[in-house]
């Protein structure tokens, strides 16, 4: 399976976390980087947060300070820590690799609810 599997979304309360997983056979690649990506209804797809190929990151302003991308060589997983959730971060959340032409897969989502 190429194609990264996420999970880890929910429903939670505002100021609540979730840890997202993106889980796919090529993460551990040293040329292979991921971003994040998020949906609302009825909006545009909106980039969220990047692990770049030589390990640094980088994040929308509206989740800078409260969303963490990670990544775990072993497991082949990226995660994005996301704390202090607020309704605004409901969206289906979705991971995407990029660089080597063996990374390059969507996956297909986890939905991520916040209620206030």
């Known amino acids: 399976q190429v194609q990264p599997v996420e999970s880890g979304g929910g429903s939670v309360q505002a100021g609540g976390s979730l840890r997202l997983s993106c889980t796919a056979p090529?993460?551990?690649?040293?040329?292979?980087?991921v971003n994040w990506y998020r949906q609302a209804a009825g909006k545009q797809r909106e980039w969220v947060a990047q692990?770049?190929?030589?390990?640094?990151?980088a994040y929308v302003d509206s989740v800078k300070g409260r969303f963490t991308i990670s990544r775990d060589i072993a497991a082949d997983t990226v995660y994005l820590q996301m704390n202090s959730l607020r309704p605004e971060d409901t969206a289906m959340y979705s991971c995407?690799?990029?660089?080597?032409?063996?990374?390059?897969?969507w996956g297909q989502g986890t939905q991520v609810t916040v209620s206030s």
């Open positions: 995407e690799g990029f660089g080597d032409v063996r990374c390059r897969y």
């Open positions: 692990l770049r190929i030589r390990g640094s990151t």
């Open positions: 090529w993460i551990h690649l040293d040329n292979c980087g």
